[in-house]
C-alpha cells in the first residue's frame, strides 16, 4: 500500500507539471493561459505581469497576504501551501494557481472558503486517491452516511466527494455545483451525514448546513456581479 501511494504522488505531480507546461502555452489564437476566474487572473496580471506563468511560493504569499491578511499561524501556512503547491517543489505555475482557485472559488473568499471546507472540516482529505477512500470508508467503524471529500487526483480542479451506503462505498464528482452545494444537497438528500464518520448532532448539522448556505451564496453573488 505504501510503494501504490508512493506511485500515485509520483503520478500526480507528474500529471501536475505536464498540464502546467501545456496549459501555460499560448492557444492557436496566440492568447496566453487564463485563470478561469476573471478577478483571480486579474490578481495574478497585476502581482506578477501577464507574461508570467511561474512564480516562487514566498513571493506568492506576499502577494497572497497583502489580499487576505496575514496568516499567523506557521501549520495553517504550510497546510495552504501545501494545497495550492501541488507539485510541493516550492514554485507556482499560472496552471497550479487555477486549480486552487477552481477548487476554493470565489476568489474574493478564497482563504475563508480553504478555511471553512479545508481547515476546519473533518470530511477533507486532501489528495487522497480512490482507493484510499474507498477502503477508508469501507471500515466497519465507518456508519452508513459516513462521508468524505478530496481534491480529485485525475481531474484537476474537480473535488471528489465518497460517501458510505447501507451496503458499499460510492464515489461522485460533482459536475454542475461547486462543492458546498453539493454538501448541502447531501445533508438534505440524507446522504451526508457523518463527517469521517463523525456522528454529528442535530444542532451541529443545522451549523454546518447554515455553513455551507453562506458559502454557497457568496459563489452565487460573484456570479451575479459579473
Do not use: C
Not at 17 to 45: C, L, M
Not at 68 to 92: C, P
Not at 119 to 134: G, I, L, P, R, V
Amino acid at each position: 500500500l505504501h510503494e501504490v501511494k508512493q506511485f500515485v504522488e509520483i503520478t500526480k505531480k507528474m500529471s501536475n507539471i505536464a498540464s502546467s507546461t501545456n496549459g501555460t502555452t499560448k492557444n492557436k489564437f496566440g492568447q496566453p493561459y487564463r485563470v478561469t476566474k476573471e478577478d483571480a487572473h486579474q490578481f495574478w496580471i497585476r502581482k506578477f505581469g501577464s507574461e508570467t506563468i511561474i512564480i516562487n511560493m514566498n513571493l506568492f504569499f506576499n502577494a497572497f497576504e497583502q489580499k487576505f491578511g496575514k496568516i499567523a499561524n506557521s501549520q495553517d501556512k504550510e497546510d495552504l501551501s501545501q494545497h495550492i503547491d501541488i507539485t510541493k517543489s516550492g514554485y507556482l505555475s499560472i496552471y497550479s494557481f487555477d486549480t486552487f482557485v477552481r477548487l476554493f472559488s470565489p476568489w474574493k473568499s478564497a482563504l475563508k472558503v480553504w478555511e471553512s471546507l479545508a481547515k476546519n472540516h473533518k470530511a477533507f482529505k486532501a489528495y487522497m486517491t480512490y482507493d484510499e477512500a474507498s477502503h477508508r470508508l469501507s471500515s466497519q467503524k465507518y456508519k452508513p452516511k459516513s462521508y468524505i471529500y478530496r481534491m480529485s487526483t485525475t481531474r484537476s480542479g474537480q473535488w471528489a466527494i465518497a460517501y458510505k451506503t447501507e451496503n458499499k462505498v460510492l464515489q461522485t464528482i460533482p459536475q454542475s455545483q461547486n462543492l458546498a452545494d453539493a454538501l448541502i444537497q447531501g445533508l438534505g438528500d440524507d446522504l451526508y451525514l457523518h463527517p469521517d464518520g463523525q456522528i454529528m448532532s442535530r444542532q451541529q448539522l443545522k451549523e454546518m448546513k447554515d455553513n455551507l448556505i453562506k458559502l454557497a451564496d457568496e459563489d452565487v453573488e460573484e456570479v451575479e456581479e459579473v
